[in-house]
């Protein structure tokens, strides 16, 4: 699409929507604030079904606005997640598709069609999106992440986090606050607030109130002992610090007199930093806990249960804005799901698993009631992300499996190979634990999502690569290996060096 055809083709959309007639600096139009868990499980919260789970404010949160119990992302894996949901592009089509590669400028991002058009857009927390696309915000906080990442060569070879943040501010919602006193008074605005709770490592006590081992709810695939239950309560003790702080960003919204006209998104990037979990796309990896707020249209308690992608919300927020999507965006606009939840915009979405500390290419369709998995690299094991190896639940895990009393359903880690194809119902089986692929009985249900991902890949220009990208880690110990290098290079320096395939 030319420059000058673009240019036609938004001027057109303006003149025919019923933002138009407003000018640029309106505060009429609605501001946007967009919360981000970092590793939270959809279902990690009183509004999602977890009575346990210490989140008063989100729950509200629920109350006030709309619930999504069918939203999903397009990866499970951090920046690749944040990537696709910044750009509405599925991640194989963004060049950001591995963990820490960092999105090139090339990318269009919804946020810079906000700039341009007279938003005010910040960005406080955890940032993960690399350097070139800075320049779409007109400010950003960056929170230091030092506390997950490990150094590079021989000093991560102990596997010991290296921590500059201290206190609150590894949370890394400190600076949320600033945001809102920051803001122009006249211009409307963007806010891209993104949390380091509740992602690994866990500190011993960050609460006052702390959650007790034995109340957690653990899901059959994780071993039920002392010391898994002790690291849930830790990963409940972070979502509840981070309920808090999104509290506060709520009150001050009511403490400005914002509250009725800024649309509040929360979810998650991807799923629980635990074995099966984060980085896998069982839902327990790609589902997450979106929920809505914006009183002047949503009614308070709404629930949808259609299928919506994160790959659909730049789409949305534009459209809410006025303003035409950008051409190359692979997401939906569910603008309507809003006020008339029991619409449909899709039969399907679509995640994707690539490289993340380990090597691994899948791919899923999922419906409202199955799930079909495609592994092409069903040779490798279906290894946690390194901080979830060095975990105390995947070392428990481990030394059961060696002395034989690991449960048949919490081998899945270990299995080498694993099956080439799974199919689950999730209606009977919601932690999908019975792989329907070899089952006469659901044959049909196996040729029409296999048939659904095929569509959707040619239709997306998804590829296998030509190349494997080697492990940063051990799959055994978690140790770094010889390839780890931070910063990790872009796609594009990789392929130039022979590391990974274009």
Known sequence: MTRQFTGFFIVCWLCSNSWADMPTGSIDRPNFVLIIADDMAWDDCGAFGNPIVKTPRLDSFAREGICFDRAFLTISSCSPSRASLLTGRYPHNTDADELHWPLPKEQSTFVEQLKQAGYWTAA????????????????????????????????????????????????????????????????????????????????????????????????????????????????????????????????????????????????????????????????????????????????????????????????????????????????????????????????YVFAEKNWHDFEDHSRAARSKQFKYIHNVYNDLPNTPPADAVRSPTYVEMKRLATIGQLAHN????????????????????????????????YQEELRIHRTALAEWKQRTNDQIPKMRTADEFDRVTGTPTAARRRPRWSKKRMVQAGLTAP
Not at 174 to 194: I, S
Not at 411 to 428: H, I, T, W
């Open 124 to 347: 406080a927390g955890k940032w993960h999106l690399g350097n070139q696309v800075r320049d779409r915000f007109d400010l950003i906080h960056e929170v230091d992440t030092s506390g997950f990442q490990l150094p590079s060569g021989t000093s991560g070879a102990s596997g010991t986090f290296q921590e500059s943040a201290v206190g609150e501010a590894k949370s890394g919602c400190t600076d949320w606050l600033r945001l809102l006193e920051l803001r122009p008074k006249d211009r409307p605005f963007f806010l891209w607030l993104a949390a380091v709770d509740p992602h690994r490592p866990y500190d011993k006590q960050i609460s006052d109130s702390p959650h007790e081992p034995a109340t957690v709810r653990l899901p059959p695939y994780h071993p039920d002992t002392d010391k898994v239950r002790a690291d849930y309560a830790r990963y409940y003790n972070e979502i509840a610090r981070l309920d808090q702080y999104i509290g506060g960003v709520l009150d001050e919204l009511e403490r400005q007199q914002l509250s009725r006209n800024t649309v509040v998104i929360f979810l998650s990037d991807n799923g629980r930093p635990f074995p099966r979990d984060k980085t896998t796309l069982y839902d327990s990896g790609i589902r997450t806990p979106l929920m809505i707020r914006w009183p002047v249209k949503i009614s308070a308690g709404s629930r949808c249960e259609q299928l919506v992608s994160s790959v659909d919300i730049g789409p949305t927020i534009l459209h809410l804005a006025g303003l035409p999507p950008d051409p190359k965006m692979d997401g939906r606009n569910f603008q309507n799901l809003l006020t008339q939840p029991d619409q449909s915009i899709r039969d």
């Open 410 to 441: 919490q081998q899945q880690c270990f299995v080498k190979p694993r099956p080439s194809e799974e199919l689950y119902d999730l209606k009977s089986d919601p932690f999908e634990l019975n792989n329907l692929s070899g089952s006469a009985k």
